[in-house]
């Protein structure tokens, strides 16, 4: 059996890597050949996660094809979140929680999906299936992304298989999960450090909706005046990035962790789905989402299917 | 919850029947409320598995959207497969054991998929899993569609995991799996009794192949000349078809069961790729395929590379 990889989307996030760990682990106790790696370099809140538990980042690639025939991917499945060359290569396993789009193969793969919290609470499920004990600092990797995942077990996206886990992986972890994930979370929101491209681009995905190219990208906080008082400087990064890489819309979603609302800043064009999507007008540009805090599943479904209507 | 559908592909063969039983079973054990349907009526192999095991039929539908908005698939995902109106229903769930294409969603969802010979050995997992014991009946109609798929484990596509899987249900149902095997494959390539329209639709599916709508029929028999001394009348029936469905090219894969070989019969255009997929020229509009048996592994992986190419 020739060497695979294993890798979570572009921009990753700690669910991102973490699964990829997780999930390259579990295939090799199984008797796989695999090597986890990163399409890019952690995040602040994911350095935190990798510092506290002494683990290593992970090498970060940007084709794949040059190194293997065959690919596993976490956290993802749409091609335009992926590696460049995705296409070059064969996925054989797919772990994820999104939903599927512009995803297709010319084989049966392993494919496992469910509608939970984080990717990391399916690669748990896969652990215990297969009945291969999680080490100690592994589940604390897990536990984290799941953290992150579901801002501390807050966000609407929550199910509770997710808190079941996060329980059960804080006693192997023995991590008091509420002081950590705070601690965690904040120390993913150091904004007045960044500049407003590397805000725009921490974390953000791209979307096929209807023939426009939609750029999601969404900002933790503890004080959105911190975001907007940084908005017309987020806007020009914006319309940049549209500008270089063609994208036709750019909506930031900057998202209070401690009270669980959000306010989107809208640049580009059509702006009418977006106003759809929330049944809101836009004023200076933004929307106010009082209760939004998941991308996944506040903010593409209703825009998708605005932009479908 | 609301009432959902459960149902496998167009042209049920034993499996999508028998999968959609045992996971609306498996789903309405864990709490949901469920009914599992069919796209077709049983073929002759599956009435004799249902008559056998002393099971009513599925109830057949064209449409799902008038009786429910969310609906599971089995054993399929690719739309022109599934329903005729699945585009106004939510897919919820899936189990599966084919290549995806075509397939998107709007919202994370349940999807299982493996490359396992039989869905029936992936929803035998689920009961396992989920520690749903597997009543005596419904283990042999998942021990037939487990021997349908496989051609009684000769198939290419046959894992270990298949066979295992048979070996328990076969204890579960008590039944002796090889005798009881043949006879309900038998059963099935009761060819004579047809006409070259109903031999022809029995066990076809579609697929989009770079702009080509292509489909592919299977004929099991136990002797090839029985096909093909109307191999005239065949092409004619298929002709008909691509005028009348506006498919592109109509191949009719028949296969022996007993010594697992096909030959395979190509009406309509473009028969280039079909023997660039194939490595041979196509003479008196057939290819002889010794050692295929698999639509799914040995057919359709080939010619969508030819297409592609």
């Known amino acids: 059996m020739s060497k695979e990889l294993v890798f979570g989307h572009q921009n990753p996030d700690t669910d991102a890597i973490v699964a990829a760990k997780a999930f390259s682990y579990l295939e090799n106790k199984l008797g796989a050949d695999t090597e986890p790696v990163a399409l ?25 094809a040059p190194e293997v025939d065959k690919v596993m991917l976490v956290d993802h499945n749409e091609p335009q979140q992926s590696v460049s060359d995705i296409a070059d290569v064969t996925v054989t396993h797919v772990v994820d929680h999104h939903r599927i789009a512009g995803f297709e193969t010319t084989q049966p793969l392993f494919y496992r999906a469910e509608p939970l919290g984080c990717v990391s609470t399916v690669v748990y499920k896969l652990f215990k299936e297969n009945k291969v004990e999680i080490p100690a600092k592994l589940a604390g990797l897990m536990l984290s992304a799941i953290i992150s995942d579901t801002l501390l077990l807050k966000s609407p996206t929550t199910t509770p298989t997710d808190v079941a886990v996060v329980k059960d992986l804080a006693k192997i972890a023995d991590v008091d999960y509420e002081t950590y994930g705070l601690a965690m979370l904040k120390a993913g929101t150091n904004i007045d450090s960044k500049s407003e491209k590397e805000l725009i681009d921490a974390d953000a995905k791209s979307f096929e909706m209807n023939g426009s190219t939609v750029r999601v990208a969404q900002i933790n906080t503890v004080d959105l005046d911190d975001v907007f008082k940084r ?79």
Chains 1, 2 share one sequence.
């Open 40 to 64: 890019g370099e952690p995040n602040e809140e994911t350095k935190y996660v990798l510092n506290h538990f002494d683990e290593p980042a992970l090498r970060v690639i940007t084709k794949a």
């Open 231 to 309: 908005q017309a400087a987020l806007e020009a990064a914006a319309k940049d990035e549209n500008k270089t890489e063609g994208y036709d819309l750019f909506l930031i979603l900057a998202t209070n962790i401690l009270n669980s609302d959000s306010e989107l800043l809208v640049v580009g064009a059509p702006t009418e789905p977006v106003e759809k999507a929330f049944g809101k007008k836009l004023a200076n540009n933004r929307l106010s989402l009082p209760g939004v805090v998941s991308r996944k599943k506040q903010v593409v479904p209703p825009l998708t299917d605005a932009f479908n209507a």
